[in-house]
DNA sequence: TATAGTGTTATGATTAGTCAAGTATTTGAA
DNA sequence: TTCAAATACTTGACTAATCATAACACTATA
């Protein structure tokens, strides 16, 4: 799995650059509308699902678990049956709105109209 | 950010939301990257593609043409034989900076040590 | 002449994401 | 009572995205 790294001529040192882990870390598809919507409060499964919108569980679960081990979201079981979850966001995660804020800035400046792809 | 306070609902509108189109934009892989690395001046292809690390040609592509596409990088042809191309941002590419610099400051503060997955 | 550079595009393989359906249980309505 | 809907996910099959690699035409340097 390890893989010879190119020669130290014109490639960049990326071993650990925080930026960089970021933008890897919340360029995963689905992610920044978790935060976003976590954001407006804690939510159940299914509720965060539907508030997010589109996103399957498979992925959402996917997501939520590595966003917990990452420290961003944490997940509180408040009974097991009938089952009831809810998501929130740790002091990471909330610190995050800067970032949603500077996109939701970004997005109402220069994405005035829907984007046709 | 409008906190809309959604008491029960929890039902969103994404009809048009700014917000939501605009993580849409980010959100792919390596789009957050080749415009953080565009910050730095303009590139080639190759060049940028170094200096982003790890995209392989096809992709990069791809993302280029369709920020290209969004107005938010430019192309320019300066010479077609042999090949020299340069990508750079656009206004709407550069107003991201405060994008990039909000994660950037979040990578710092809440990433310091290598995220194992 | 040989090597490395330019900017792409083509290939076929791997990985990531999606979809529909199912699990076990309770709550609320008919 | 019995049925439908809700809860939080999981599973397996499928598709779309990304991957490494190589090729292309051509120049500039060694």
Redesign the pocket.
Known sequence: MAKLVAPE??QIDHSFCPVYEAINVLQ???TLHIIRTLLDGPK????LSRAVG??????L??RVEKLEHLGIVS?TIHST??????YALTEAGQALQTVIEAIDRWGRQYLPEPVAL
Do not use: D, I
């Open positions: 001529t014109s995963e598809k689905w159940g499964f299914n509720e589109g996103c399957n569980p498979a992925t679960a996917q997940k049956m009938p089952p009831r979850t809810s």
